[in-house]
């Protein structure tokens, strides 16, 4: 991602801005003023927002406050990336096509998450326009490569783009994506939700599964974004799957299709304010859902007969297995789903995932016995309870649909008393691995737990109890990261070694309690000093440690500077009279003459005891000279 071009004037300043911690929503909201078109596009997303108690947002202030700082961080980026990649180096990369279908979804997935009561829509925009943004990576970091790729999968359609950009990169772009909105801060369940969204599966929706809803979401949104930069010759045809997913989010046709022309009509406002294609307008009201695939449920179950409901289906000839099996299977109460031939039939058990398939083993295009070694080879296949009907009933057919993966046989022409008890046992079947099923997803959860609270162990034992910074251990290892990316790189890496001048006398004079207090002071004003990718860490009783990656000397005295300036400021709350601390800070810069991190630190320690000579200073021996400021009375 070095060579990943990044946004520059106020989108930039307001990621950097971003960065520190306690930057506050009126600086935010000032930084954004800087560039009009930025702070126009913000407001007009802020009054997007469904679900919010706010009236409509005129003002920035009122604007940030709405979206947050993630999401104008975000949308700063999304903004900056579209005006800067309008075209590109990548031949077979469509930049005009990406961003019309990023706007598209980033539309719907505000208007589809506002609809949902409950679900936060404040990023949703940002996500939806960012989703995708893995691929504008590949295509500016790797131009010639990846429009190769896109070539060979445009050839190959059994080739997927995920298959061969891991080949190829050692990544793919859902996780580059994902990576990015990571490190915008964006909320955990988007940023799971963009790395698995184009996933084939999609899982099934439970009480305060965030990651689900939000996965199942941005597909819903994705889709409807795909018609929209569809040809008009191809609208209807991504109409079956929009009801389908609409369905399992609880969308009804109506809410649905008045949803998507929303997302049409805005698609447009938003391409011709920011200058992008969008082509032809899809009028959503005009196509109608398709009709259902499943067979009518016939009358109640009879007395005696299976209490649960079944999804079956059947594949095989019309005269000679569906006609005879409709009305057997209707007294049973079970959804029955019907395939003409053995090719149709595998596409729809695999779509579907019925519990149970009567196959025919003379099905047409693809034999039963094909399609049951095909389905097998699918994890979603292996659970399906596969029953094989055969004319004939020796001992080497039935072994043969054994072998090839059949739970049963059964004989033509079909007992009603046999078949009724088969399906009794695909039942059995079902449950049995209903309640497998459940109990992975505890065993999943209780896994993910343990995980989290490792992991929060683990935080524990790298973080001092008392002032909240890193301890000296993590301490130890991050410079071990950072000099080998500094190796790596050729990049500055500077470390400050920091002696608190005072914090004995505050001990013996007005005790621990007070000298406990200045620590925390000390730690908090170095917090608001230094950059977010700079690490503060307590090494010792008075010691304080801090690694600059990416620093010149210069620039890391300065930064002490700042530091030992405000510790100066600060009164010691607690004592009476009032003290005022002070710090000694050693700077040392990684260069050719340092061979190892521990000799980085040596270095800077001489520079604190040079610094503490005189108390209150700032001091490096690699330059040879100092730089200090006596207290202020």
Known sequence: MDSFPLPRGTAMALIRLTQREGTSLAVMAHALKADPTLSVRAIRVSNGVAGGDHGPVVSLRDAVNVLGVPAVRSLAMGFALMASHRDGPCRGFDYTRFWSQALARAVALQLLTGARPGCPAAEAFSVGLLARVGELALAAVYPVPYAELLRRCAERPELTPAQCEREE????????????????????????????????????????????????????????????????????????????????????????????????????????????DTGPMPHFEDCQPPAPLEAPVAAPIAAGAEPARASILVVGDEARLRLPLRPLLAATGHRVVEAADGRQGLAMAIEMRPQIMLVDVLAAEVDGLELTRSLRQFKSGRGIYLLAVSAANDDTSVARAFEAGADGVLSLPLKPQLLAASLRAGMRMASLQDEIARDQEDIRRISAELAVSNRQLQDVGMTDLLTGCRNRRYAMDRLQQEWAMANRNQRPLACMVVDMDNLKQINDAHGHVVGDNALKLVASAFKDEIRAQEVLARSGGDEFMVICPDTTLEAALACAERMRAAVEALPVVGSTPALRGSVSIGVAVRDATTPTPDALIGLADQGAYLAKRRRNAVATVQTGSESSRAAQA
């Open 169 to 276: 990169f050692a990544v793919t772009h859902a996780e580059l994506s994902a990576s990015m909105l990571a490190d915008y801060n964006l909320a955990d369940d988007h940023v799971a939700a963009v790395e698995s969204f184009e996933l084939p599966a999609l899982p099934d929706l439970q009480e305060g599964d965030g990651d689900r809803l939000a996965r199942r979401l941005l597909v819903l949104a994705d889709h409807i974004a795909g018609i929209c930069v569809a040809v008009p010759e191809r609208w209807r045809q991504g109409m079956p799957r929009l009801f389908q997913l609409g369905s399992g989010l609880a969308f009804g046709t109506a809410e649905l299709v008045e949803l998507c022309d929303r997302t049409a009509h805005e698609w447009r406002e938003w391409g011709t304010l920011l200058g992008i």
